[in-house]
């Protein structure tokens, strides 16, 4: 009579170990899946940061084909894409992040970046005009700035910069854009002020000290401001000025200038050298 209940017994047993070594299969393989997802996403941000551009394109183009509803594989080959300096593509990829399901204003605003690098500046003018105007954010402002200068439309390019610089804390990219707004506007001196400004804030950044040069020259001042520059950066900068004052008419400046930067330049400074040339022939 003991061999059916001990029987029962086994074979409850094993109902139950089996039930276990299910039940741990199930959550090893919700592990894995987890640690997958973790992995992804980490993945998916050095791809975005510190791989090569091309190299960020092709995976994340691989992963959209296998995941075409993942919002943030499409995002991030459009991102990619931008970093890839493939900005026809890039614009595709953005419209497309647009339309997705869970897409935000920030999207719009990267979508109309890329037109503008396009150079379709009405369609990234609409794309800008259909979001609410309670999203404010340094990159939507920066663009409406930059919308505003091709338009010409002074009074709100000035705000709109404005409104941009105080929402950053780098602000030396936006003033060197306002600065230039300004340069073709004519208004050299306020050209120069945020050009200064723009180099205080980034003593690096090389394409503000030219604009400041180029703001100078302007106004027929030949001298180099006092900024921060290495002995290459000042051949460059003497080099851009001498062209600055040879295009106004001021010529023997401007030769003298180019024979400055020739010898201030630690390396055959090739630029200045044929320009020197051509004025002397």
Same mark, same amino acid.
């Given at each position: 009579?003991?061999?059916?209940?001990?029987?029962?017994?086994?074979?409850?047993?094993?109902?139950?170990?089996?039930?276990?070594?299910?039940?741990?299969?199930?959550?090893?393989?919700?592990?894995?899946?987890?640690?997958?997802?973790?992995?992804?996403?980490?993945?998916?941000?050095?791809?975005?940061?510190?791989?090569?551009?091309?190299?960020?394109?092709?995976?994340?183009?691989?992963?959209?084909?296998?995941?075409?509803?993942?919002?943030?594989?499409?995002?991030?080959?459009?991102?990619?894409?931008?970093?890839?300096?493939?900005?026809?593509?890039?614009?595709?990829?953005?419209?497309?992040?647009?339309?997705?399901?869970?897409?935000?204003?920030?999207?719009?605003?990267?979508? $109309?970046?890329?037109? &503008?690098?396009? @150079? *379709?500046?009405?369609?990234?003018?609409?794309? !800008?005009?259909?979001?609410?105007? #309670? +999203?404010?954010?340094?990159?939507?402002?920066?663009?409406?700035?930059?919308?505003?200068?091709?338009?010409?439309?002074?009074?709100?390019?000035?705000?709109?910069?404005?409104?941009?610089?105080?929402?950053?804390?780098?602000?030396?990219?936006?003033?060197?854009?306002?600065?230039?707004?300004?340069?073709?506007?004519?208004?050299?001196?306020?050209?120069?002020?945020?050009?200064?400004?723009?180099?205080?804030?980034?003593?690096?950044?090389?394409?503000?000290?030219?604009?400041?040069?180029?703001?100078?020259?302007?106004?027929?001042?030949?001298?180099?401001?006092?900024?921060?520059?290495?002995?290459?950066?000042?051949?460059?900068?003497?080099?851009?000025? $001498?062209?600055?004052? &040879?295009?106004? @008419? *001021?010529?023997?400046?401007?030769?003298?200038? !180019?024979?400055?930067?020739?010898? #201030? +330049?630690?390396?055959?400074?090739?630029?200045?050298?044929?320009?020197?040339?051509?004025?002397?022939?």
């Amino acid at each position: 009579m003991r061999h059916p209940i001990l029987l029962s017994a086994c074979l409850a047993g094993a109902v139950l170990v089996a039930g276990c070594a299910e039940n741990e299969d199930e959550t090893v393989e919700r592990a894995f899946q987890d640690v997958n997802v973790v992995d992804e996403s980490n993945l998916n941000d050095v791809m975005l940061t510190v791989a090569d551009p091309n190299e960020a394109v092709n995976y994340f183009t691989r992963t959209a084909k296998e995941k075409p509803d993942r919002i943030d594989v499409q995002r991030g080959l459009a991102y990619s894409l931008v970093r890839a300096k493939r900005f026809t593509e890039a614009a595709t990829a953005w419209e497309k992040v647009t339309t997705m399901e869970g897409t935000t204003a920030e999207d719009s605003v990267a979508f $109309a970046d890329t037109l &503008i690098r396009t @150079g *379709d500046w009405a369609k990234a003018e609409a794309t !800008l005009d259909a979001l609410p105007p #309670t +999203h404010e954010t340094f990159n939507r402002y920066r663009l409406e700035a930059m919308l505003a200068d091709s338009n010409e439309e002074w009074t709100k390019s000035d705000s709109f910069y404005e409104i941009a610089t105080g929402l950053t804390t780098k602000p030396s990219g936006v003033l060197n854009n306002w600065g230039y707004s300004k340069l073709t506007r004519g208004d050299y001196k306020e050209a120069e002020r945020l050009f200064g400004e723009a180099i205080r804030q980034d003593p690096t950044l090389f394409t503000a000290k030219n604009n400041l040069v180029l703001a100078r020259g302007a106004r027929r001042d030949y001298t180099l401001p006092v900024i921060p520059m290495d002995q290459t950066e000042r051949a460059q900068l003497l080099h851009t000025m $001498a062209l600055s004052a &040879i295009k106004q @008419g *001021d010529v023997s400046v401007g030769k003298s200038l !180019l024979r400055d930067a020739i010898e #201030t +330049h630690p390396q055959h400074f090739e630029p200045a050298v044929r320009a020197l040339n051509a004025l002397d022939t």
